[in-house]
């Protein structure tokens, strides 16, 4: 019984799920669906499952719904059998099981971070590592200590020491030889950046050096500087230098590949900052085309920076596109369906349910609590008394007689509110829960094992149950 799959669910979702299921052809699983006698699939329990479902189970696991809550490892020493969640959303139990059920691994990367912190010398050394510690929690491999022209810098060594005792790997990034010089002395790992002209300092330090080219565009200089350090045996990376849009960006996107076919081997860094900070337009998306093409042209090291407000997210961006990247080219894989973490505006499949499929839903309640969801057609809110369909929340208050229910009110205000952003983004909505914006926002992991407790508004008097 291995591959025979038992889904649990409820009244409300029963239909649902064997259709979902039987549309999955060929399915790399049998499958057996058990309604445990709840009407609402997503407000079941650990303890709810064990009390309603007799062991043992002719089943290889047991897959729950995703919003189900409570200690599935009991479950699963109960039962014998893995307990696990599915998809928060039964419609996505096809790509649930698109890559044969296997569990996507984003664990692995083969490109490193650096996170610069740009304004160092005017910072403290407290500073500066505090904002070592967000970068790091944030993905970033290396912190880059951002030297400013004409701009002292005299606790660069005691900033340099502090972020390396806090357990973190140190860039020095100047274009003065004495700040390097200083820095690696100090005990930094990586200096940049060197050129032709300076790569004297390599012999002085034991960083490695970041090669550029001795003047923009100067592509022959670089070449020579990679040529110099190969002959000496001495680690290195190199950075042709990514412009801005419409100041050589193509230009500089050939110079990489150009780079990496003279030399197949040699350890590349691109810096983002020039195209990611200087680009009104979402940084999600950028960082995922530039973290493409550092996969496709197997370039080592990536720089950021956050700089402008708009760019806040960057070095959480591209870790999240660095993993998917690399998942995505082991597997031979377009980069889909391995990670929502770069979708932080619009999804691809935004409303899961049809206006059909809802009204059928809504025309089974029998309990006067509201239900909420969104279709291509707009926000629906329902209960036993009707169904309303609107594409503005103003609409639906008249019908949803809460004038005497402050409380109620508020909520349904909030639910709408995230009812309406999703629908005219094109995100999921899920009611009781907060809308999904990706990596762009750093949302707090939820114990699944812990049951909810009740919200603001949720007086010890109303009976009410919300949620689907």
Same mark, same amino acid.
């Given at each position: 019984m291995s591959d025979h799959i038992l889904f649990l669910t409820g009244h409300l979702?029963?239909?649902?799920? @064997?259709? $979902?299921?039987?549309?999955?052809?060929?399915?790399?699983?049998? #499958?057996? /669906? #058990?309604?445990?006698?709840?009407?609402?699939?997503? *407000?079941?329990? &650990?303890?709810?499952?064990?009390?309603?479902?007799?062991?043992? $189970?002719?089943?290889? @696991? +047991?897959?729950v719904p995703g919003r189900c809550r409570g200690d599935l490892d009991e479950l699963s020493r109960h039962y014998g059998v893995p307990v696990v969640r599915g998809p928060d959303e039964l419609k996505d139990i096809p790509r649930y099981f698109g890559r044969e059920g296997a569990a996507i691994d984003l664990s692995r990367y083969d490109v490193r971070i650096f996170a610069e912190v740009v304004d160092a010398p005017r910072m403290s050394v407290d500073a500066i590592v505090a904002r070592a510690q967000r970068y790091r929690r944030d993905g970033a491999d290396v912190i880059d200590l951002g030297c400013l022209p &004409? !701009?002292?810098?005299?606790?660069? %060594? %005691?900033? /340099?020491?502090?972020?390396?005792?806090?357990?973190h790997a140190v860039s020095v990034d100047s274009m003065s030889s004495e700040e390097l010089l200083r820095g690696g002395r100090a005990g930094a790992d990586y200096l940049l950046s060197l050129k032709e002209d300076s790569l004297w300092l390599a012999d002085e330090v034991a960083a490695v050096p970041v090669l550029i080219p001795a003047r923009p565009g100067d592509f022959d200089s670089l070449v020579r500087a990679v040529r110099t350090l190969l002959e000496r045996d001495r680690d290195f990376l190199a950075d042709p230098i990514l412009d801005p849009i419409h100041f050589g960006f193509t230009e500089s996107i050939v110079r990489y590949h150009r780079l990496r076919s003279m030399f197949p081997d040699v350890a590349m860094m691109m810096g983002t900052g020039n195209v990611s900070e200087l680009t009104d337009a979402d940084t999600a998306g950028i960082h995922a085309l530039l973290s493409g093409? $550092?996969?496709?042209?197997?370039?080592?090291?990536?720089?950021?920076t956050e700089v402008s407000p708009h760019a806040r997210c960057a070095v959480r961006e591209i870790d999240a596109a660095r993993r998917m990247m690399?998942?995505?080219?082991?597997?031979?894989?377009?980069?889909r369906d391995w990670s929502p973490a770069?979708?932080? $505006? #619009?999804?691809? %499949?935004p409303f899961p349910d049809t206006t059909e499929e809802i009204a059928a839903l809504a025309a089974a309640i029998k309990d006067p609590s509201f239900r909420i969801q969104v279709s291509a057609a707009g926000i629906h809110v329902y209960n036993r008394d009707g169904h309303h369909v609107a594409d503005d929340p103003f609409r639906l208050y008249s019908q949803l007689n809460l004038d005497h229910d402050g409380a109620h009110a508020f909520y349904m205000g909030v639910e709408?509110?995230?009812?309406? +952003?999703? =629908?005219? *983004?094109?995100?999921?909505y899920i009611q009781d829960e907060? *809308?999904? =914006?990706?990596?762009?926002?750093?949302?707090?992991? %939820?114990?699944?094992?812990? #049951?909810?407790?009740?919200?603001? !508004?949720?007086?010890?008097?109303?009976? @009410? @149950?919300?949620?689907?």
């Open positions: 979702a029963e239909a649902s799920l @064997r259709k $979902v299921l039987d549309g999955i052809t060929p399915a790399p699983f049998s #499958h057996t /669906v #058990h309604n445990i006698g709840i009407s609402v699939a997503g *407000l079941m329990t &650990a303890d709810m499952i064990k009390r309603r479902l007799p062991a043992p $189970v002719a089943a290889g @696991r +047991i897959l &004409a !701009t002292p810098f005299p606790h660069l %060594e %005691e900033a /340099v020491r502090a972020v390396k005792d806090a357990g093409i $550092v996969s496709e042209l197997g370039i080592n090291a990536l720089l950021t690399h998942a995505a080219r082991e597997a031979g894989s377009l980069p770069l979708l932080a $505006v #619009h999804e691809r %499949e709408l509110a995230r009812a309406r +952003i999703a =629908w005219q *983004l094109g995100k999921r907060e *809308l999904r =914006w990706g990596c762009a926002t750093e949302g707090a992991t %939820e114990d699944m094992n812990a #049951h909810r407790a009740p919200g603001a !508004t949720l007086a010890p008097h109303d009976k @009410r @149950r919300t949620g689907r």
